[in-house]
């Protein structure tokens, strides 16, 4: 290599990591805040992400195609998700999250008692332990705070509910509200239709204005006495393309729009993001 060329290549490697520290920093800086629904097919994972921060509620069924997503939205230099949720340990929202946890240093993990005692079940808690991840027993008024402004709050199960010993995993489905300014996003996991009247009198206020619609959409998913409650002017429904299990169901479809609410679903759009700009103004789809 002669002299001259030296001092280009030289410059070309100084412009790249400038303009990857500059690209670290803004990413620090930035308070935005960002939901993003992944598709993931059949399943649920949902990603919150402000700044260096993420937040992951659930990991779908596949932890390649959960990688591909995660790859997406978190930068490549960011190898830390602070906080994973496990809503429940079946296998269409735990999968993903075996990869997470092997590729991913994770800050902290957040489930509730109940074991399915499926292989990947026992993998999950295998990795949680092997790798000593604080984990912590998600209960009513757990909350995980993102930043000043941003938080995000356990709403079910109670902690005097036991749900380790649940048979139907999903009844013991942990329920999440995100709160942002005047934002607000309800996450329902799989929690079924029968218990929407407790969760109705265990909280004041479920108002939010998006609602990550429970199991898939499913019939038994979101009653019309907890549509009243909440008011969702978006429903999100997290659904694989030709899944054989029908989801979402008319019955639910129709809930929801006789609520009103706009329907996104990412068997049809892919991912579903909402940007939020700040805590002042209302959280849009792109
Ligand atoms: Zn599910």
Redesign the pocket.
């Known amino acids: 290599m002669n002299h001259r060329k030296k001092i280009y290549s030289g410059l070309v490697f100084l412009v790249a990591v400038a303009s990857i520290l500059g690209g670290m920093i803004a990413h620090a800086k930035d308070d935005s805040l960002k939901v993003v629904f992944l598709d993931v097919g059949q ?2 994972a949902i990603l919150i992400e402000q700044g260096e921060k993420q937040i992951l509620i659930d990991g779908g069924p596949s932890g390649k195609r959960l990688m591909e997503e995660l790859g997406k939205y978190v930068p490549f230099w960011d190898r830390k998700i602070d906080v994973v949720i496990a809503t429940h340990p ?1 296998s ?2 735990i999968s993903g999250l075996v990869d997470v946890l092997k590729n991913y240093e994770v800050g902290e993990m957040i489930k509730t008692d109940a074991k399915s005692g499926t292989d990947v079940d026992k993998s999950l808690l295998g990795l949680v332990s092997d790798k000593k991840i604080e984990s912590q027993l998600a209960e009513k008024g757990l909350a995980v705070k993102l930043s000043d402004e941003a938080r995000l709050d356990i709403i079910a199960p109670r902690a005097d509910e036991n749900v380790s010993g649940e048979k139907d995993t999903n009844s013991g489905s942990v329920v999440a509200m995100l709160i942002y300014g005047k934002n607000k996003f309800l996450f329902m996991g ?1 929690f079924p239709i029968e218990k929407d009247p407790e969760l109705i009198a265990d909280n004041q206020d479920l108002g939010a204005q998006f609602l990550k619609v429970s ?2 959409g499913s019939k038994n998913a979101t009653s019309e006495e907890f549509l009243k409650a909440v008011k969702p002017e978006t429903a999100i429904i997290s659904v694989g393309k030709g899944n054989r299990y029908g989801h979402p169901a008319q019955e639910a479809l129709e809930r929801l729009k006789n609520a009103g609410s706009e329907i996104l679903r990412t068997d049809e759009r892919g991912d579903v993001v909402f940007e939020c700009q700040d805590s002042k103004r209302e959280c849009a789809v792109n």
């Open positions: 399943g649920d079946d269409d929202h799989d199991h898939h």
